[in-house]
T-cell receptor, first 114, second 114 residues
């Protein structure tokens, strides 16, 4: 399968714990995006990488959130000191073409904070 | 301020044509109109994109009038498997690049019944 993959698919954690999600984009895609989706809403943009450079972060990405993309390949999204409001689906997408609206999404990681 | 407005939900029956109209009164001159589809527990999937007049692919058609203040996604002869949320998006540039973040609204939930 050559699509975008995300791990884990589900994560249940207790409030205050740290969690880390991984995204593996389509191999030739140098652009990578993270989105968050809550129930009944469309996905919301969190951050964007072009190769290893993080070029934009949404104001939704508080200082408890950090994303990395070492070597411009896979990416990780870490949430420190999780809160119940962090419960959501975290989606990763990748693309290859500059100026394109077509992004390829992974299946997402569903986070539940108890 | 929402960039697009579309109906919250639509019901249809198998074999019928479904038309979803999206309003984007403040669309910029160089913005494209893009539609995504999302099934439950999956990431969104790109369906179609257009700038003006009509675009057709194997999945759908997109009609854009001359003033470009609205667009209509047409799904021909829907089946049960077309039950999904459909999102209409216009351009939301990422700072310092030629790329775009996808700004989803709540979308239109299309339910196809037998």
């Amino acid at each position: 399968d050559t699509g975008v993959s995300q791990n884990p698919r589900h994560k249940i954690t207790k409030r205050g714990q740290n969690v880390t999600f991984r995204c593996d984009p389509i191999s030739e895609h140098n652009r990578l995006y993270w989105y968050r989706q809550t129930l009944g809403q469309g996905p919301e943009f969190l951050t964007y990488f072009q190769n290893e450079a993080q070029l934009e972060k949404s104001r939704l990405l508080s200082d408890r959130f950090s994303a990395e993309r070492p070597k411009g390949s896979f990416s990780t999204l870490e949430i420190q000191r999780t809160e119940q409001g962090d419960s959501a689906m975290y989606l990763c997408a990748s693309s290859t073409t500059s100026g394109s609206y077509e992004q390829f999404f992974g299946p997402g990681t569903r986070l539940t904070v108890l | 301020l929402a960039k697009t407005t579309q109906p919250i939900s639509m019901d249809s029956y198998e074999g019928q044509e479904v038309n979803i109209t999206c309003s984007h009164n403040n669309i910029a001159t160089n913005d494209y109109i893009t539609w995504y589809q999302q099934f439950p527990s999956q990431g969104p999937r790109f369906i179609i994109q257009g700038y003006k007049t009509k675009v057709t692919n194997e999945v759908a058609s997109l009609f854009i009038p001359a003033d470009r203040k609205s667009s209509t996604l047409s799904l021909p002869r829907v089946s049960l498997s077309d039950t999904a949320v459909y999102y209409c998006l216009v351009g939301d540039p990422l700072f310092g690049s030629n790329d775009y973040k996808l700004s989803f609204g709540a979308g239109t939930t299309v339910t196809v019944r037998a």
